[in-house]
């Protein structure tokens, strides 16, 4: 009896071991969690992370949006706007968090408007090249502005922000989707001139 109460003690054990375990699993990155098949470039750990250039480029919302777009949005860091980090002023006039738990942003400056978004912490991993930039303007962003929820928020406040160049898509009627599908993702920094 003592010999049946201490092999169903270890089953327990392992059991609930193995439930940590998978659990542990479930609560990683991955790309159906963050992002699908762009996760790693939206989250910048994809191979390709060490090539971009950190040094911000100073541009405009509608610089970017004149670049000739590759098309869909590709799987690979294989464009020269996809290797720089960028730096424009913008007005962000809404936000809301997107099915991933990240902030998605709607920049604006001169008619021209374009998305830029801050990953979710959760869904940086290891490898994300400049992760601690990252989460701090994730943090500042919610501390300054207010917490992002699922429905689109107002803001109107002024920003510098600086990303790393992505194409997402091109859907028309989407708020902020820029013409040629440039974005600023992932955000790497955030400096605030007025409204926050």
């Given at each position: 009896m003592k010999r049946i109460a201490i092999?169903?003690?270890?089953?327990?054990?392992a059991g609930a071991a193995a439930a940590v375990a998978a659990g542990n699993r479930a609560a990683s990155p991955s790309?159906?969690?963050?992002?699908?098949?762009?996760?790693r470039l939206k989250t910048f750990s994809d191979t390709r992370r060490g090539q971009v250039?950190?040094?911000?480029?100073?541009t405009t919302i509608g610089a970017i949006r004149l670049r000739r777009g590759p098309g869909r949005p590709p799987l690979r860091r294989t464009t020269s706007y996809q290797?720089?980090?960028?730096?424009?002023?913008?007005?962000?006039?809404?936000?809301?968090?997107?099915a991933t738990g990240s902030v998605r942003l709607v920049l604006y400056d001169d008619t021209?408007?374009?998305?830029?978004?801050?990953?979710?912490?959760?869904?940086?991993?290891s490898k994300t090249r400049d992760r601690a930039d990252i989460v701090a303007a994730w943090h500042l962003f919610v501390d300054k502005c207010g917490r992002a929820t699922v429905n689109w928020q107002s803001l109107g406040a002024i920003f510098?922000?600086?990303g790393i160049g992505?194409?997402?898509?091109?859907?028309?009627?989407?708020?902020g989707t820029a013409p040629?599908?440039?974005?600023?993702?992932p955000v790497t920094g955030l400096r605030v001139i007025a409204g926050c």
């Open positions: 092999f169903a003690l270890l089953l327990f054990a790309a159906s969690r963050c992002g699908g098949l762009t996760w250039s950190m040094a911000p480029q100073s290797l720089h980090t960028w730096e424009v002023p913008a007005q962000i006039t809404s936000y809301r968090l997107d021209a408007y374009i998305n830029a978004v801050i990953p979710s912490p959760s869904c940086l991993s510098f922000v600086r992505f194409w997402g898509s091109r859907a028309a009627g989407s708020r040629n599908g440039a974005e600023l993702h």
